[in-house]
């Protein structure tokens, strides 16, 4: 999951054709590694409470964002008049969303997580007109309308009767997605002339050791019992979706501009239910491709504002 917030698009220097090549490659290891992140949470709280995995996750990944806030000179402190904003990232964008993605990925299957997730942009369009006075369009709204419905159908197609359990394993998911939502677009308001890996590297360490801290007191976990595949699975998480995927995604704001990238986040999902229904052995039937090929549709119809290109 993305742990960066988009800046302008500066041009490459290297020749089309392998900047093209290098340009696809990136963002297939971006799709990839956001793709698996959904199948590493559901193996890490096989044996790790989800506030104490969140946690350890952040505290494996703190050190090497430092690393690079180090080589690149970053300043860990947002600015003075900021400091609201560096609470409310740390507790809107890493803490309380990280738990709750945890917490329904104990109930809700991987793939269907990441397809829940993926509704996070519907959110940034829905806000941005509420906060930012843009405008939605016809098509977006359409966009919106036939993604939940899609959504909804997808819920019902895999058999999900929302007992308590599975209900408050979804309605956590599409929090976690709006907090992120909200996130963002708080960010493109008030902390745009903040770099990315100033707005990463503090918050997840402090994130990280509040999510243990409150596991240690309030899971109590026991650390003999956790299996070497968790494990495995947090410091996947740590090291390759967290701080790897950053780098990537960081690598591609260089070449891509935020709208082309930001399909990003309905290519992903595609990745994570494949992954998840191998791993989990489920059959991925005809009806859930359908659906979901109609949902990631839709919520791409919200990024494309036809009206105003049909207007330009």
């Not at 019992?225 to 494990?231: E, G, K, N, Y």
Request: hydrophobic share 55%; glycine share 8%; proline share 5%.
């Amino acid at each position: 999951m993305p742990t960066a917030i988009a800046t302008d698009a500066l041009p490459t220097r290297r020749k089309p054709w392998l900047a093209g090549l290098m340009t696809s490659l990136l963002f297939l290891i971006v799709c990839l590694s956001w793709g698996t992140t959904w199948l590493g949470i559901k193996i890490a709280v096989e044996s790790v409470p989800p506030l104490t995995a969140a946690g350890l996750r952040f505290l494996i990944a703190f050190p090497l964002f430092l690393s690079f806030a180090a080589l690149r000179r970053e300043p860990l402190l947002f600015p003075r008049q900021s400091r609201w904003f560096f609470v409310f990232v740390t507790l809107s964008y890493f803490s309380l969303p990280y738990y709750l993605l945890n917490y329904g990925e104990l109930h809700v299957s991987s793939g269907l997580t990441a397809l829940l997730f993926s509704c996070m942009p519907v959110f940034i369009l829905i806000f941005s007109a509420l906060f930012l006075r843009e405008k939605i369009y016809t098509s977006q709204v359409l966009g919106i309308a036939i993604g939940f419905a899609s959504l909804f159908m997808i819920i019902r197609s895999q058999g999900l009767h929302l007992d308590h359990a599975e209900l408050f394993g979804v309605l956590a998911i599409l929090a976690a997605a709006i907090m992120h939502a909200l996130c963002y677009v708080v960010t493109k308001k008030h902390g745009s002339a903040i770099s990315v890996i100033t707005y990463n590297t503090l918050p997840i360490g402090i994130a990280g050791l509040m999510l243990f801290a409150v596991g240690l007191g309030v899971e109590t976990p026991v650390f003999s019992d956790v299996s070497p595949r968790s494990w495995a699975a947090l410091f996947y998480l740590g090291l390759v979706a967290s701080v790897g995927g950053f780098i990537v995604y960081f690598m591609l704001l260089k070449r891509l501009s935020p709208i082309i990238l930001s399909f990003v986040f309905i290519i992903f999902p595609v990745f994570a239910v494949v992954i998840g229904a191998w791993y989990e052995g489920q059959v991925i039937s005809s009806e859930l491709i359908g659906y979901s090929a109609v949902l990631l549709a839709g919520f791409a119809l919200t990024k494309l504002p036809v009206e105003k290109w049909l207007k330009a």
